[in-house]
């Protein structure tokens, strides 16, 4: 079956780097987009990125560019996220998300359909 | 930025009953050139990730029971739980991805 295994716990004080791991298995990684979603503690879902498996296309939002970086290992079906410079608000827990895609001369996301388990992150001195 | 504003915060709903989730855009989630509205629920419950329950705002996702349902179009959109079950308590939260930066609502909790 389709699933997205992410990596364990991590925690980091402020100011360190942090990187997640999304493994994908039960389909082809080169043919789904990989968005990375982040929830902070009884907050809501915050959307970060995304990148293609297919040709490493990415797309940040702005909230975060200059200090995330996506990454992807087509050997392996695993997508990578990297967080810089960790403040105390970037305590959450980090989705990765499946994303159905059209693949056409321009990429197109669209939904989110299958998610990881999520990966906490904290970030405390 | 497309605003996503869901309403109510919250709602106690009893067994067997309806409950009604809104959820309005800033701006039109419609693509005239296909007809589609880019727009997503998912339900999330304690300690698990979030769950696609409806994407084109209407389409529901494969093992969704039918008493979930979306409806709407442009910048207003429905999520309606029929005969509400124990299980369908939860968090919803409606996602545009018209556009990036993809946003979502701040999340509507459904309790008994």
């Known amino acids: 079956q389709v699933q997205l295994v992410q990596s364990g716990a991590e925690v980091k004080k402020p100011g360190a780097s942090v990187q997640v791991s999304c493994k994908a298995s039960?389909?082809?990684?080169?043919?789904?987009?990989i968005s990375w979603v982040r929830q902070a503690p009884g907050q809501g879902l915050e959307w970060m990125g995304w990148?293609?498996?297919?040709?490493?296309?990415?797309e940040y939002a702005r909230k975060f560019q200059g200090r995330f970086t996506m990454t992807k290992d087509t050997s392996t079906s695993t997508a990578y996220m990297e967080l810089r410079s960790l403040r105390s608000d970037d305590t959450a827990v980090y989705y990765c998300a499946r994303v159905m895609s059209i693949f056409g001369v321009v990429i197109t996301p669209h939904y989110m359909d299958v998610w990881g388990k999520g990966t906490p992150v904290s970030v405390s001195s | 930025d497309i605003v996503m504003t869901q309403s109510p915060d919250s709602l106690a709903v009893s067994l067997g009953e309806r409950a009604t989730i809104n959820c309005k855009s800033s701006q039109s989630v419609l693509n005239s050139s296909n007809n589609k509205n880019y727009l997503a629920w998912f339900q999330q419950k304690p300690g698990q990730p979030p769950k696609l329950v409806v994407y084109?705002?209407?389409t529901r996702d494969s093992g969704v029971p039918d008493r979930l349902s979306g409806s709407g179009s442009g910048t207003d959109f429905t999520l309606t739980i029929s005969n509400l079950q124990a299980e369908d308590v939860a968090v919803y939260y409606c996602?545009?991805?018209?556009?990036?930066?993809?946003?979502f609502g701040q999340g509507t909790k459904v309790e008994i």
């Open positions: 084109w705002a209407s």
């Open positions: 039960g389909y082809t990684f080169t043919t789904y987009v």
């Open positions: 996602q545009q991805y018209y556009t990036t930066p993809w946003t």
């Open positions: 990148i293609s498996p297919y040709n490493g296309k990415t």
